[in-house]
């Protein structure tokens, strides 16, 4: 099922009714058309450089520095319930996934990243940009893989947005984000953070032996200014408590700006 959000006093409206008449544009001919891009320029694709936050950092990856401590922090997840949705893993010994490592930190789409604990300094989880395509302004997060030590933390969120925040700077127009369609955590992540649900593609592909439908989630940059002060709002140290529990979700937050759930 999808649901239809309309708020009529979110900032976010404006926008939205911008997009509604743009969709009556006609050209000439009398056939409609969609919206002119002005002032839009084909964005560089990302670096292979760290982008620094205040609870994490993200560090192009590397095995020399990371895989000995992502190895350890995934091997707290004993039952490898990290590994079902990924086309790859769980590996049986350090020297396994430190080859995985060396093939995939060559990869310039995806572009891997480690994520750094900036409180232990410690690699804890894998995030990567892929689908990368300049020419259309369209670019995917994804091969996210976050150890125990790092998921349902301020941290995990903040690494998220660094990689959004770092792609609409660059000037793109089309942030992604797909996954398995029976991959529930990941799907209510991507509501979480903002993702609008775009509908499912059937027998996408194959991986591990086994069918996958692909969901589809997008952000576009019209909606990232009231994404990002969401973002802002939920990470700004004044939203937890001394024990550390938040005063406002971010979905709370990101409920508002969402075209679509799915």
């Given amino acids: 099922m999808i649901v239809q959000w309309r708020r009529q006093d979110h900032p976010l409206n404006t926008t939205l009714i911008r997009l509604t008449q743009d969709m009556t544009r006609k050209n000439e001919l009398g056939q409609p058309i969609g919206f002119p891009i002005d002032g839009w320029?084909?964005?560089?694709?990302?670096?292979?450089?760290?982008?620094q936050g205040e609870r994490c950092s993200l560090e192009p990856l590397n095995?020399?520095?990371?895989?000995s401590e992502l190895y350890e922090a995934n091997s707290v997840d004993s039952e490898g319930r990290n590994w079902t949705y990924l086309a790859y893993g769980p590996f049986g010994t350090e020297d396994e996934y430190r080859r995985w490592i060396d093939a995939s930190s060559?990869?310039?789409?995806?572009?891997?990243?480690?994520?750094?604990?900036?409180?232990?300094?410690?690699a804890v989880g894998v995030a990567s940009y892929l689908a990368i395509h300049p020419s259309s302004g369209s670019i995917e997060v994804g091969h996210i893989n976050f150890s125990p030590r790092l998921q349902r933390t301020p941290a995990a969120t903040e690494a998220m947005y660094l990689m959004m925040e770092a792609a609409f700077a660059l000037g793109y127009r089309r942030y992604e984000w797909r996954c398995d369609a029976r991959n529930e955590r990941s799907r209510m992540a991507a509501q979480r953070l903002g993702f609008s649900f775009e509908g499912i593609f059937r027998q996408a592909t194959v991986y591990k032996g086994r069918n996958r439908d692909t969901a589809w989630y997008s952000v576009v940059d019209l909606e990232w200014p009231a994404l990002q002060?969401?973002?802002?709002?939920?990470?700004?140290?004044?939203?937890?408590?001394a024990d550390g529990k938040q005063t406002l979700r971010l979905s709370e937050l990101t409920r508002p700006i969402l075209k679509s759930i799915g």
């Fill in 41 to 51: 320029t084909t964005p560089p694709r990302p670096d292979r450089q760290t982008i």
């Fill in 63 to 67: 095995s020399d520095s990371h895989a």
């Fill in 229 to 241: 002060e969401a973002f802002k709002q939920w990470l700004d140290p004044a939203n937890f408590s």
């Fill in 106 to 122: 060559a990869s310039a789409d995806p572009l891997f990243f480690a994520v750094i604990d900036n409180e232990t300094g410690s």
